[in-house]
């Protein structure tokens, strides 16, 4: 069976692809079964790399994903042939310092898939260590399950905050990221999520995720405006900042409550300012995240219970053999698209 390959920028082929991944003794074997289509990889097929990371040969992409395990490690206690999986794509180095600190996700060694020169999971099979590697309970899908590593994200990002029953929380930018932001502050205790875009489509996705959501088109509405008017001038409790674009991200305490907390999500393109005497006026606490870590079990509880629902995220579902046409659309972004997955035969 193939893989999808990214031979280079804009060119993408389905075909025979080898790998030799021999079992360790503490790994398994997954035949993936579901895998999401991330910013990140279109962003490999349009630009040929992200950052630091070119792609330079050949690479298998995808790391949003979910499958069955085919074979054990000899070592291996916690999964057995037949159990139905997620997985995390990052692989640290577990001796490492920030591993032995728990930041495994920060971790300068850290392997992730799709992330040149590392392989992705658009493939027939792939061996991973069983410590990241979770169980799936019969009540969550193998497309629910496939949306674990984005929500992780939101997860994270809500614990970083430390957000406590009752809170009101800002979400800037209604992207997947976004959604899933502001699903996990809610599921984190939130009172009530502010959700703010440029893109009307994207806010009426949001809208429709909970009652307690409130959207705002920045291009027409002033969010701080309506917002202080909403908490009475107090303001908002936590900030997410998921847009990325430098001038959403340069107004993150405008809204901000006293004492409160801003965890910036979005990625930026290039550096970009903030008002540190806003933020200093407020004690703000003021917080990054990187992927995640730890909190796949708990995303996995969350679907679970139904305390957070990521079905309404998933917008289209392609054929494995019609991936590299499932690449061309994702590049174009289409309107209304949230989650698009890529399900293996
Ligand atoms: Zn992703």
Redesign the pocket.
């Known amino acids: 069976m193939k893989s999808l390959v990214l031979e280079e920028k804009l060119k993408l082929s389905l075909r025979d692809f080898p790998i030799d991944e021999p079992l360790g003794p503490r790994d398994v074997r997954i035949g993936i079964h579901t895998v999401?289509i991330?910013?990140?990889?279109v962003h490999y097929y349009t630009h040929g790399g992200i950052g630091q990371f070119i792609v330079k040969a050949p690479m298998i992409l995808g790391?949003?994903a979910s499958g069955t395990v085919t074979e054990v490690g000899a070592d291996v206690t916690n999964l057995k042939v037949g159990d139905r999986v997620c997985m995390e794509p990052g692989i640290p180095d577990p001796n490492s310092r920030a591993s032995r600190l728990g930041m495994y996700n920060i971790d300068p060694a850290v392997r992730f898939w799709a992330t040149p020169p590392v392989h992705g999971c658009l493939r027939p099979s792939v061996v991973h260590p069983a410590d990241y590697t979770f169980k799936l309970p019969d009540n969550v899908s193998f497309a629910e399950a496939a949306m674990v590593?984005?929500l992780a994200v939101g997860v994270h990002a809500a614990t970083k905050a430390k957000v406590k029953p009752g809170d009101v929380a800002l979400v800037q930018g209604a992207g997947p990221i976004g959604l899933v932001t502001a699903l996990s502050a809610l599921a984190a205790g939130c009172a009530h999520v502010f959700l703010t875009d440029v893109d009307d489509t994207k806010l009426e996705i949001g809208a429709a995720l909970s009652r307690a959501i409130t959207t705002i088109n920045i291009t027409r509405q002033d969010a701080t405006a309506e917002i202080l008017k909403a908490t009475e001038g107090w303001g908002v409790e936590c900030v997410f900042e998921c847009s990325g674009h430098p001038r959403a991200a340069g107004q993150v305490f405008d809204a901000l409550c006293p004492g409160g907390v801003v965890v910036f999500v979005g990625i930026p393109v290039e550096p970009f300012h903030y008002d540190l005497g806003k933020a200093m006026v407020r004690e703000a606490r003021v917080e990054q995240i990187f992927r995640y870590a730890h909190v796949f079990p708990r995303c996995v509880g969350l679907i679970a219970s139904g305390a957070i629902d990521v079905k309404p995220l998933i917008t289209r579902t392609f054929a494995f053999q019609d991936s590299v046409h499932a690449f061309e659309v994702a590049a174009t972004a289409p309107k209304g698209q949230v989650k698009m997955q890529i399900e293996l035969p």
Do not use: N, T, V
């Open positions: 999401g991330c910013g990140s990889d790391h949003e590593e984005p």
